[in-house]
């Protein structure tokens, strides 16, 4: 179970709720699970799949580069195929046991055999008729018929509801042996309303109360003694007060420009909240070298929202994606943004608006992850401590009995009783 946004400042609450803490104390756990940069959604869900860092697995970022084009209009990295490496339920269908997945990211058009991919219609798109195009048809519409009225879109908390009642189902009728799942509740409610905020401690109540659902319908299924449960976050999330917009930095320098009534850029930010990455036209050293004058012209203001640019060396020991040379990393309290429209620094605060986002260096203080694997041969009341986001797919696959090649992480042998 990925618990989108569940970090270690959510630990002392949640850890305390009936369900999660008899998970905890039938297991193993740590509030010390780092992530891997940038911690953006679909980044660090392909690294949980494949135990390998962004630099091999080829998603760099929620979405492909699209210069100019508003964020709810952009294309994500819906399609398995994107990925470059194997993941983990390919190698549990190519040992021959089923597979299912629900709004796991990056899945659409996968092997996964009962799948429901995360994927959103765009444009004159039919959303129906992508998701069945891109998951399993039969099992979508059994789904769709089932539980289909208890979904309001993608407003929360329906959302995650349905794809909870989907999960007990799944696991009563068809018992996979890997089932992954994404629930998103928790994330959409630090972005609306802060990490902090009463509707954030609504969501922990409500997510432990999913998380009973799921417990329960593993024990109606027979199947409890044979049965791991991993819940875990991807990335923490911080309050935020401005917002930066990135490329009017590079418009002023004349990077990002207008021609026949068409922008075109020879610089440009594609920006992840907490970071963002310096795309420059193939060939442009000029054009490089004067983006960097302007970030560290900018820079001399010491409340100008930029921590860090790193430089390949750096980028190199995180494991980034080698996709571009420089990336920009926000102070806390500030976040990037790629668009165009208003003024260079938006005071959020002002402007009666809360918010919180990601994609921050996993390195900063308070922004770990929680993870819990409970059940079957995992040691009782475990702490792992120190682990990593590379490690949960090799620890699947020692679970599952199945061979997944040589990745980045470690199976966590320690957690095992036997």
């Given at each position: 179970m990925s618990y989108d946004a569940f970090s270690e400042?959510?630990?002392?609450?949640?850890?305390?709720?009936?369900?999660?803490?008899?998970?905890?104390?039938?297991?193993?756990?740590?509030?010390r699970l780092r992530s891997v940069y940038p911690t953006l959604t679909y980044v660090v869900h392909t690294t949980i799949a494949t135990g390998v860092y962004p630099d091999k697995h080829g998603i760099h970022h929620n979405n492909p580069l699209q210069p100019f084009v508003q964020e709810e209009d952009q294309r994500w990295f819906w399609f398995r195929e994107a990925i470059r490496v194997p993941t983990i339920y390919d190698a549990v269908r190519k040992a021959g046991?089923?597979?299912?997945?629900?709004?796991?990211?990056?899945?659409?058009?996968?092997?996964?055999?009962?799948?429901?991919?995360?994927?959103?219609?765009?444009?004159?798109?039919?959303?129906?008729?992508?998701?069945?195009?891109?998951?399993?048809?039969?099992?979508?519409?059994?789904?769709?018929?089932k539980f289909g009225r208890i979904r309001q879109g993608i407003t929360q908390p329906y959302l995650d509801n349905f794809t909870a009642k989907c999960a007990v189902e799944t696991i009563k009728?068809?018992?996979?042996?890997?089932?992954?799942?994404?629930?998103?509740d928790l994330d959409d409610a630090k972005h609306l309303y802060g990490t902090d905020s009463d509707e954030v401690k609504q969501v922990i109540q409500r997510m432990d109360e999913r998380l009973g659902e799921i417990i329960q319908a593993v024990d109606d299924a027979g199947i409890k003694d044979d049965t791991v449960i991993m819940v875990l976050g991807d990335h923490g999330q911080f309050n935020v007060r401005y917002k930066l917009h990135l490329n009017h930095l590079l418009q002023a320098k004349g990077l990002i420009y207008e021609e026949d009534g068409v922008k075109k850029w020879r610089a440009y930010f594609q920006c992840g909240g907490g970071s963002a990455y310096l795309h420059v036209q193939p060939g442009d050293e000029e054009a490089e070298q004067l983006a960097l004058a302007a970030i560290e012209e900018y820079m001399k203001d010491k409340t100008s929202g930029i921590e860090s640019v790193y430089t390949r060396e750096k980028l190199d020991r995180l494991h980034a994606s080698p996709l571009t040379q420089v990336m920009l990393e926000a102070r806390r309290g500030y976040c990037f943004d790629e668009s165009l429209d208003g003024r260079l620094v938006v005071d959020?605060?002002?402007?009666?608006?809360?918010?919180?986002?990601h994609g921050y260096s996993p390195d900063k203080s308070g922004y770990r992850c929680n993870m819990?694997?409970?059940?079957?041969?995992?040691?009782?009341?475990?702490?792992?401590?120190?682990?990593?986001?590379?490690?949960?797919?090799?620890?699947?696959?020692?679970?599952?009995g199945v061979?997944?090649?040589?990745?980045?992480?470690?199976?966590?042998?320690e957690i095992f009783a036997d």
């Open positions: 400042d959510n630990w002392d609450m949640a850890s305390r709720l009936p369900n999660l803490s008899k998970l905890i104390s039938q297991g193993a756990r740590s509030n046991m089923s597979t299912a997945g629900l709004l796991w990211p990056v899945s659409g058009k996968s092997s996964i055999q009962y799948n429901i991919p995360e994927i959103r219609a765009l444009g004159s798109e039919n959303q129906a008729l992508k998701v069945l195009r891109s998951g399993s048809p039969v099992y979508c519409i059994r789904m769709e018929l009728r068809n018992k996979p042996n890997l089932l992954m799942m994404h629930l998103i959020l605060e002002a402007h009666g608006i809360r918010y919180a986002t819990v694997v409970s059940g079957g041969r995992i040691k009782k009341n475990y702490p792992i401590g120190e682990i990593e986001m590379v490690d949960i797919a090799p620890t699947m696959a020692r679970i599952l061979g997944f090649g040589q990745g980045d992480g470690r199976v966590l042998e």
